[in-house]
C-alpha cells in the first residue's frame, strides 16, 4: 500500500481551480486517509469478501482511497463529476443527497463497511438527520461513517464576528455549487448523531485546512473552546440488540 503523504502528494490537478482546492485540503485528506486506515484495520471480513467503503461525492478523495487501498471495494454516491470519469473498478450511484427526506427514493444497496462523508453536509438543506439516517441504512452492523465539516465558531470567524463582519458566505446562485447551507458545530454533530441512532466512536478538532500556521494553531490551542478550523467525527451504526 502506497504510504498516505506520499499518495495525496502525487495526486494532480486537472486545472487550477483544482490545483489550489488540493493544496488547501492536502492535510485533511492525509488526517481522514490515516483515520480510514484505522478504522478498516479493526474491522473484521466476511470470508474472502473485500472491505466495502461508500465515498459521498464523486472527488479527488476517491482517488486517494482508490490509490491507498487499492484492496477495497469502492463506490461513489452523489452527482456525477465528469472530470472523474475514467476512475475504473468504481461503481458509482447516481443520488441527489436532498433527495433523502423521502425515505422512497432511498437507493437499495448492498451493505457497506465504511462510509466517507467528507466536506458534503454543509453543503446540504435537507434536514441532517434524514441524511445520516440513510447513511446508517446503507452500514452493516458496526459499520462506520467519517464525517468531516467545517467547524463554523472557529477562531477566525469568531474574530471577524467581533469585528463587525459575517464570517458566513451568501448562497451562490449556482446550482451545482451553491456553497454552505449550513455548517455544524461538535454539539450540533453530537445532537444529530444521537437523533440518528448512532453512536460517537471519537471527535477531533484541528487546523488541516491551507498552509500551517503555527502561532493561528498555538493561539487556537491555547484559548477555551473549540477554536480549529475542521471537524472530524467517526459514527458508528449499532448493532441490533
Known amino acids: 500500500m502506497p504510504p498516505i503523504a506520499e499518495a495525496v502528494r502525487a495526486l494532480t490537478a486537472p486545472d487550477a481551480d483544482a490545483a489550489f482546492y488540493l493544496q488547501y485540503h492536502r492535510r485533511r485528506y492525509e488526517y481522514l486517509l490515516e483515520l480510514l486506515e484505522r478504522v478498516l484495520a479493526g474491522m473484521s471480513r466476511r470470508g474472502e469478501d473485500p472491505l466495502r467503503v461508500l465515498d459521498i461525492g464523486m472527488s479527488h478523495q476517491t482517488r486517494l482511497v482508490r490509490a491507498v487501498f487499492p484492496e477495497v471495494t469502492l463506490a461513489t454516491l452523489g452527482f456525477y463529476d465528469h472530470r472523474f470519469e475514467r476512475m475504473e473498478g468504481i461503481e458509482h450511484i447516481p443520488f441527489d443527497l436532498n433527495e433523502a427526506r423521502d425515505e422512497a427514493k432511498w437507493p437499495e444497496l448492498a451493505p457497506f463497511d465504511a462510509i466517507l462523508f467528507a466536506e458534503v453536509i454543509e453543503h446540504l438543506y435537507v434536514p441532517p438527520t434524514r441524511v445520516l439516517r440513510m447513511l446508517r441504512n446503507f452500514l452493516r452492523p458496526g459499520g462506520v461513517v467519517l464525517i468531516q465539516t467545517p467547524n463554523p465558531v472557529n477562531l477566525a ?58 502561532l493561528y494553531n498555538l493561539a487556537c490551542n491555547i484559548l477555551p473552546g473549540r477554536m480549529a478550523e475542521g471537524t472530524t467525527m467517526v459514527l458508528r451504526r449499532r448493532y441490533a440488540t
Open 157 to 214: 470567524r469568531r474574530l471577524a464576528l467581533l469585528g463587525g463582519k459575517s464570517p458566513f458566505e451568501i448562497i451562490r446562485d449556482d446550482a451545482n455549487n451553491p456553497g454552505h447551507y449550513c455548517e455544524y458545530t461538535v454539539e450540533n454533530l453530537l445532537y444529530l448523531a444521537e437523533v440518528a441512532e448512532m453512536d460517537v466512536l471519537e471527535y477531533s478538532v484541528k487546523n488541516y485546512f491551507g498552509e500551517r500556521k503555527p
